[in-house]
């Protein structure tokens, strides 16, 4: 089960970068993502990156937020520059597609 740390608080325009630190096996094997959710809406996917290194990211956090992965250490990071309020969340990470291995989150608010 992967293990989510990093989160707190920031103010507007600030950075962030939870780490998400997974079993070696299962790191090895599976994509890893982040997934937020704010009070009242629907889990959403925000970064993804393959065993390969290929990413994707929704649309809403391109150019602001970054998905690097260090195999060495099993782990994988969110960067999260320019935060906005609408970034509060509790943050998750999820070894592998479909129903894959989800982590306990971390919340992150966003507030002056």
């Known amino acids: 089960q992967p293990v989510e740390s990093g989160g707190g608080l920031v103010p507007p325009g600030g950075a962030l970068r939870p780490s998400c630190v997974a079993s070696?096996?299962?790191?090895?094997?599976?994509?890893m993502s982040w997934y937020r959710q704010a009070p009242g809406i629907q889990r959403e996917l925000v970064a993804r990156?393959?065993?390969?290194?290929?990413?994707n990211y929704a649309d809403s956090v391109k150019g602001r937020f970054t998905i690097p992965r260090d195999n060495a250490r099993n782990t994988v990071y969110l960067q999260k520059n320019s935060l906005e309020p609408e970034g509060t969340a509790v943050y998750y990470c999820?070894?592998?597609?479909?129903?894959?291995?989800w982590g306990q989150g971390t919340q992150v608010t966003v507030s002056s």
């Open positions: 070696g096996s299962i790191f090895r094997l599976y994509a």
């Open positions: 990156i393959n065993s390969g290194g290929s990413t």
């Open positions: 999820k070894a592998g597609t479909g129903k894959g291995y």
